[in-house]
């Protein structure tokens, strides 16, 4: 349920006329998968009238999201009557969800230790408990590398205590490995020619991240999953059905991407890349019927995501003069797509909220 108007009408897209800007939020024609735009790579890109082929020189390397300063208001709440029962949880301890992060360690400690999570030096005290991550750990944030760092000893504390700590493949983890590994060397985008480091940089890439960046991060982000389920629960990174492209099975698709990941080719990590940026496939008419192709085929009785954040979801960032309206208010993760979506990524890169979430909502 949301509080106050919609200053955007949703799944509007971008008058032809107009030219994107760091404040223009408007919906591009290609969230919806179809048309000219259909394989762009970027929420950012304006797409041409469809009658128009891309445009020479098109490279699909503009931001991911418009930047937006702090002073927008959203307030989301979640009513959980809405939402279906998900299947019970088999004796194990709590499960939690994290939405993105991009670098900001230590809004990421505070919200963690928020729920109990961590103790007040940063160490696992949640014994049994589950914790996943939802992917986008670097990028836009200052401490990227710190975000992942910590990451990692989770998974051996909460291993060592019984629970677990696990993470799940966002399209900045294929951003970064792809720039670390393939740097400028030309891609093929399909419209044109791009760079994984032109959109690394373009997409809140820091220096301080890839100085940083170890043979150790590149491994453990290259072997991570970008699909489960967990008691009902069917988490991925990415509000897209583009999953189905890589598998009719949770292992099948993990496999593909890692093998994809692992054969090491510039333009299959591209791909896999340009497809992981999709978004907004659960919004609007017929959204609810894309969540139900992924739960009729991977399993489970709602998606949880990360990657699109809430208030680009509502369509309620900013105005096209730019004024600021109040300071952005996320209160929780975001329902719809007929109960069968839950939206993680508060916002924190906009001055939103970093959401740590324990499932299911109901409970």
């Known amino acids: ?42 929420p950012g890109d304006v797409a041409p009238p469809a009658e128009e082929a891309y445009p020479d020189g098109y490279t699909p390397t503009q931001r991911d999201l418009p930047v937006i300063n702090r002073g927008d208001t959203v307030q989301v709440t979640v009513d959980p009557a809405s939402v279906p029962a998900p299947q019970p949880t088999t004796g194990q301890g709590p499960l939690y969800v994290v939405g993105d992060v991009h670098g900001y360690l230590d809004e990421l400690v505070a919200a963690l230790q928020e729920q109990g999570l961590l103790d007040a030096a940063g160490q696992w005290c949640a014994g049994t408990a589950r914790l996943w991550f939802l992917g986008d750990f670097t990028d836009r944030g200052p401490d990227g590398i710190g975000v992942i760092d910590l990451v990692m000893r989770l998974s051996a504390e909460a291993a060592a205590a019984g629970g677990y700590c ?16 393939f740097g400028d060397t030309p891609v093929n985008s399909g419209a044109g020619t791009a760079t994984f480091q032109a959109a690394w940089l373009l997409n809140g ?32 990174h990415s509000d897209t059905t583009a999953y189905l492209d890589y598998g009719r099975s949770i292992e099948e698709v993990n496999d593909t991407v ?7 080719d510039a333009d299959e990590v591209w791909d896999l890349f340009r497809k992981f940026t999709k978004r907004f496939s659960f919004r609007d008419e017929g959204g609810a019927d894309a969540v139900r192709s992924l739960l009729d085929t991977y ?17 309620e960032v900013g105005s096209e003069e730019g004024e600021d309206d109040g300071g952005p208010v996320v209160t929780g993760p975001h329902v719809y797509a007929d109960g069968l979506a839950i939206a993680m990524d508060g916002g924190v890169t906009m001055a939103g909220k970093l959401l740590v979430q324990q499932l299911p909502l109901d409970a």
């Open 299 to 315: 399993g489970g009785t709602r998606v949880v995501h990360g990657h699109s954040p809430i208030p680009y979801l509502l369509g």
């Open 258 to 264: 890692r093998e994809t990941i692992t054969r090491n």
């Open 1 to 42: 349920m949301v509080e106050g108007s919609m200053t955007q009408g949703a799944g509007q897209g971008p008058e032809v006329e107009r030219t994107a800007t760091v404040r223009d939020f408007r919906v591009p024609a290609y969230v919806h998968e179809t048309g000219p735009y259909a394989q762009s790579t970027h």
């Open 166 to 181: 696990k993470a799940l493949m966002g399209n900045h983890e294929l951003l970064l490995l792809g720039a670390k590994r």
């Open 205 to 236: 890439g820091q220096k301080t991240d890839m100085d940083r960046l170890q043979d150790h991060h590149l491994q453990w982000m290259a072997r991570l999953d970008a699909v489960e389920e967990v008691d009902g629960h069917l988490l991925l």
